[in-house]
């Protein structure tokens, strides 16, 4: 088949972005044509991907989703056997969605009739309205949840994937065979200081500043964060908070980087207080590679740190203070190895790596929807 995959922004630091391109990855294999449509792409994009960008002059960004929407359909129509959406758009066969239901968020009256809402509203009513045919691919209980109760979505369109880790990206060696090491020094970090490591791109949502603060009262560790590039809006965010509580010189801007394992072998913690994420696959990423956790209620994938044993969650409501009393926990040398022993094997135990052939297998044949559930 010949199969469009649309997605705004192609990085290679974000979760979403990994899924699309390892899901596009998986069909070529089987033997399909695959086009990856975006606006922009930033980093290193896998050699053997075909990704074609769409021009987009929007000022606003819920212009610019809106503008790639309807610029996908009139690429796409009549042009390919299936056309599969990394975000909400339009005109979709298969939904992938790593986003909350916004219509079941509460707003104030102004954000109420704003032009943002209504455009976000209307992208996505197009997939999860009752009557469409689009097939939707969740990744968390509480997101079908919330569309089914605001859309009146059809059951049978809609399906849970598995956890969605990409075997390839677990590397728990590299924490033994000399990477660990080679990286520590490449960063400039002493054998004797904590790293802490930071995957994000969204400052605030993922908790940016909650880290900056707690870095402040632990005097000896270090951050580093990937996935913001120096010389952005976020960077000139993240750095104004750390110069905000005194402790930029020990934070360092990694941009989008493609060796995440490396970095996780060589860093002692994964900070990610986040206000929410529907998953949150670098909390699993980080486990599977001997990386402990530190992390909040909010993120879906939360709960396999506390089934893995190797990490801390910090429950609902998030106090600044309870996250120092994580990072208090997670102090002595030897709890944090058996939190690495403890997500290592975890790795091995449990079932984590086929969410991305089983929404090849929907894709493929959107009727497989509801079997093997």
């Given at each position: 088949m010949k199969i469009a995959f649309a997605i705004v922004t192609l990085f290679s630091a974000g979760g979403l972005q990994r899924d699309c391109m390892a899901i596009a990855s998986r069909l070529m294999a089987r033997g399909h044509e695959v086009t990856i449509f975006a606006e922009r792409k930033k980093g290193e994009i896998p050699e053997g991907l075909h990704v074609e960008l769409l021009p987009n002059r929007a000022f606003s960004n819920h212009r610019r989703d809106l503008t790639f929407a309807e610029a996908v359909v009139e690429r796409c129509e009549g042009r390919f056997?299936?056309?599969?959406?990394?975000?909400?758009?339009?005109?979709?066969?298969?939904?992938?969605?790593?986003?909350?239901?916004l219509a079941a968020r509460r707003v104030g009256w102004l954000a109420k009739w704003s032009a943002r809402r209504r455009i976000q509203l209307l992208l996505e009513a197009d997939s999860f309205r009752q009557g469409q045919?689009?097939?939707?691919?969740?990744?968390?209980?509480?997101?079908?949840?919330?569309?089914?109760?605001?859309?009146?979505?059809?059951?049978?369109?809609?399906?849970?994937?598995?956890?969605?880790?990409?075997?390839?990206?677990?590397?728990?060696?590299?924490?033994?065979?000399?990477?660990?090491?080679?990286?520590?020094?490449?960063?400039?970090?002493?054998a004797t200081d904590q790293l802490w490591l930071a995957i994000a791109n969204q400052p605030s949502v993922k908790g940016l500043d909650r880290t900056l603060t707690a870095l402040k009262e632990s005097g000896s560790a270090r951050l580093v964060i990937a996935g913001i590039k120096q010389g952005t809006k976020q960077a000139g965010q993240v750095l104004s908070w750390a110069r905000g509580v005194s402790v930029a010189d020990r934070v360092q801007l990694l941009g989008f980087r493609a060796d995440i394992p490396e970095l996780m072998a060589a860093a002692d913690l994964l900070l990610h207080p986040a206000r929410y994420d529907t998953t949150g696959t670098v909390i699993l990423e980080s486990l599977i590679n001997g990386l402990p956790v530190i992390t909040t209620a909010e993120c879906g994938y939360a709960p396999h740190v506390v089934k893995a044993k190797a990490g801390q969650v910090i429950s609902t409501p998030?106090?600044?203070?309870?996250?120092?009393?994580?990072?208090?926990?997670?102090?002595?040398?030897?709890?944090?190895?058996?939190?690495?022993?403890?997500?290592i094997a975890y790795g091995v135990a449990e079932d984590l790596y086929r969410g991305l052939d089983r929404a090849?297998?929907?894709?493929?044949?959107?009727?497989?929807?509801?079997?093997?559930?």
């Amino acid at each position: 088949m010949k199969i469009a995959f649309a997605i705004v922004t192609l990085f290679s630091a974000g979760g979403l972005q990994r899924d699309c391109m390892a899901i596009a990855s998986r069909l070529m294999a089987r033997g399909h044509e695959v086009t990856i449509f975006a606006e922009r792409k930033k980093g290193e994009i896998p050699e053997g991907l075909h990704v074609e960008l769409l021009p987009n002059r929007a000022f606003s960004n819920h212009r610019r989703d809106l503008t790639f929407a309807e610029a996908v359909v009139e690429r796409c129509e009549g042009r390919f056997d299936r056309v599969v959406g990394f975000g909400k758009l339009l005109g979709l066969d298969v939904l992938y969605c790593a986003d909350p239901c916004l219509a079941a968020r509460r707003v104030g009256w102004l954000a109420k009739w704003s032009a943002r809402r209504r455009i976000q509203l209307l992208l996505e009513a197009d997939s999860f309205r009752q009557g469409q045919k689009t097939a939707c691919m969740l990744l968390s209980e509480n997101q079908a949840r919330d569309f089914r109760s605001v859309w009146s979505t059809e059951p049978d369109r809609i399906t849970i994937l598995p956890p969605t880790i990409d075997p390839g990206r677990r590397h728990a060696e590299y924490r033994t065979d000399g990477t660990r090491e080679r990286l520590r020094e490449g960063l400039g970090i002493a054998a004797t200081d904590q790293l802490w490591l930071a995957i994000a791109n969204q400052p605030s949502v993922k908790g940016l500043d909650r880290t900056l603060t707690a870095l402040k009262e632990s005097g000896s560790a270090r951050l580093v964060i990937a996935g913001i590039k120096q010389g952005t809006k976020q960077a000139g965010q993240v750095l104004s908070w750390a110069r905000g509580v005194s402790v930029a010189d020990r934070v360092q801007l990694l941009g989008f980087r493609a060796d995440i394992p490396e970095l996780m072998a060589a860093a002692d913690l994964l900070l990610h207080p986040a206000r929410y994420d529907t998953t949150g696959t670098v909390i699993l990423e980080s486990l599977i590679n001997g990386l402990p956790v530190i992390t909040t209620a909010e993120c879906g994938y939360a709960p396999h740190v506390v089934k893995a044993k190797a990490g801390q969650v910090i429950s609902t409501p998030f106090t600044q203070e309870a996250l120092t009393a994580a990072l208090a926990a997670a102090a002595p040398d030897s709890q944090r190895d058996r939190w690495s022993a403890n997500g290592i094997a975890y790795g091995v135990a449990e079932d984590l790596y086929r969410g991305l052939d089983r929404a090849a297998d929907i894709i493929e044949n959107p009727e497989r929807l509801t079997a093997g559930r």
